[in-house]
């Protein structure tokens, strides 16, 4: 699983805090009511409390903490051969917390990340940053070219994730596997009104 991927989300809701001027947090409650947005390439996926959603794994890692994070920062490369890096797991819970507004409780978990679960196609939960601070269950990453069986596993996952989508868009979608059959030819005839060289003089 990676860049390209689909994963799913169930978003329960988030504390929210109330500051005074000095910074300092005066109340809190929890909004289990309000949608939370992901983001990716400009593109909104919302996520409407206690319900399933699918978003994109970049998405799901830019709110969450990249799952692929270890103790140091690594290059991999994605499905095109692309070079990418993916930073430390400190680094990374770093951005989060400043995303997350550095509102933290004595113990240093953040108060208002979101609560979600996040699971791939077939239901297992994956453990993203946030989930997994420490970095006990680190998401293999792909450090090269994918080789036939990659793709095709690739493929079949994508086939799998069009499934899911439309079938919760109520979309029904023909799967029919596409045949090496030459294209049907056509039984017109030639009509010479149709050349435009069918009339110049001969010779």
Known sequence: MGPGDFVKVRYRGRTRVTKDRDG????????????????WDS???LAEVGKETFVPF???????????????????RDEAGNVMWIVDR??????????????????????IKPDVTVTDLDGNEVMM????????????????????????AQI??????????AEAQGIEVDVAT???????????KS????????????G
């Open 129 to 152: 940053v946030l989930d997994d601070p420490a970095g006990d269950s680190v998401l293999p990453a792909q450090p090269t070219l994918l080789d036939s069986k990659q793709l095709l």
């Open 90 to 111: 400190p680094t990374e819970m770093r951005r989060l917390t400043v995303l997350y507004d550095n509102v933290t409780d004595a113990a240093g978990n953040l108060i």
């Open 24 to 39: 300092n947090i005066t109340s809190s409650r929890y909004d289990d009511e309000t949608p939370f947005t992901f983001m």
């Open 58 to 76: 970049e998405a799901a890692s830019l709110a969450l903490g990249d799952p692929r994070a270890g103790d140091t920062t690594r290059s991999a």
């Open 43 to 45: 593109r909104p996926y």
């Open 178 to 188: 596409a045949t090496a059959d030459e294209p049907p030819k056509s039984d017109a």
């Open 191 to 202: 009509d010479p009104r149709s050349d435009p060289f069918s009339e110049l003089p001969e």
């Open 156 to 165: 079949e996952r994508q086939r799998r994730m069009i499934d899911q989508l």
